[in-house]
T-cell receptor, first 112, second 116 residues
Framework: ELKVEQNPLFLSMQEGKNYTIYCNYSTTSDRLYWYRQDPGKSLESLFVLLSNGAVKQEGRLMASLDTKARLSTLHITAAVHDLSATYFCAVDLDFGNEKLTFGTGTRLTIIP | DTGVSQNPRHKITKRGQNVTFRCDPISEHNRLYWYRQTLGQGPEFLTYFQNEAQLEKSRLLSDRFSAERPKGSFSTLEIQRTEQGDSAMYLC??????????????FGSGTQLSVL
């Protein structure tokens, strides 16, 4: 059974600081997704990583994928309050069919 | 392109009643997915369609749940004889196999179900 684990589960950080969220998964997959969810809202797609070594950046967020280590990271640079949200990683359970298994999420709070 | 649309946004029902939710995917998206999310958890896969064919159902989906996608356009998810444990956010998502948006899965705003 595929397991997707994120850590930390909760993260409180000051504005301007850098931090990394980790996503580990238990079986082979070369598709990894990152989503953002604000309270009471749906999921916003951030990144889709489709191969080993893939790195994508958007603003203060950068995601990478190491399929050999079964690890993805979401790096936050110089955090700002607007980044406060819950971040989920998800793995394609059935290669190419985009049937996703989600991690438990990391609730990020940026403190002014 | 107005995104994935779900109705209703909220549904409150009494235990034992039947409820039906609707999802309109992004036009030309041939894949449609249903997920369930409970508070503090990530979404859990329920079922998905490619065009009008339902290709897989999760073991989470009991016999009280049924989903359809007639003509490969909108989809409905029906829950019969609701139970309090069915209370959750039901999310619909869609994607298009191939093309420039390869791999991207877009989610709707969800239907929040409360069973009293």
């Amino acid at each position: 059974e595929l397991k997707v684990e994120q850590n930390p589960l909760f993260l409180s950080m000051q504005e301007g600081k850098n931090y990394t969220i980790y996503c580990n998964y238990s079986t082979t997959s070369d598709r990894l997704y990152w989503y953002r969810q604000d309270p009471g809202k749906s999921l916003e797609s951030l990144f889709v990583l489709l191969s080993n070594g893939a790195v994508k950046q958007e603003g203060r967020l950068m995601a990478s994928l190491d399929t050999k280590a079964r690890l993805s990271t979401l790096h936050i640079t110089a955090a700002v309050h607007d980044l406060s949200a819950t971040y989920f990683c998800a793995v394609d359970l059935d290669f190419g069919n985009e049937k996703l298994t989600f991690g438990t999420g990391t609730r990020l709070t940026i403190i002014p | 392109d107005t995104g994935v649309s779900q109705n209703p946004r909220h549904k409150i029902t009494k235990r034992g009643q039947n409820v039906t939710f609707r999802c309109d995917p992004i036009s030309e998206h041939n894949r449609l997915y249903w997920y369930r999310q409970t508070l503090g958890q990530g979404p859990e896969f329920l079922t998905y369609f490619q065009n009008e064919a339902q290709l897989e159902k999760s073991r989470l989906l009991s016999d009280r749940f049924s989903a359809e996608r007639p003509k490969g356009s909108f989809s409905t998810l029906e829950i019969q004889r609701t139970e309090q444990g069915d209370s959750a956010m039901y999310l619909c998502a869609s994607s298009r196999r191939g093309g420039l948006s390869r791999g991207k899965v877009f989610f709707g705003s969800g239907t929040q179900l409360s069973v009293l």
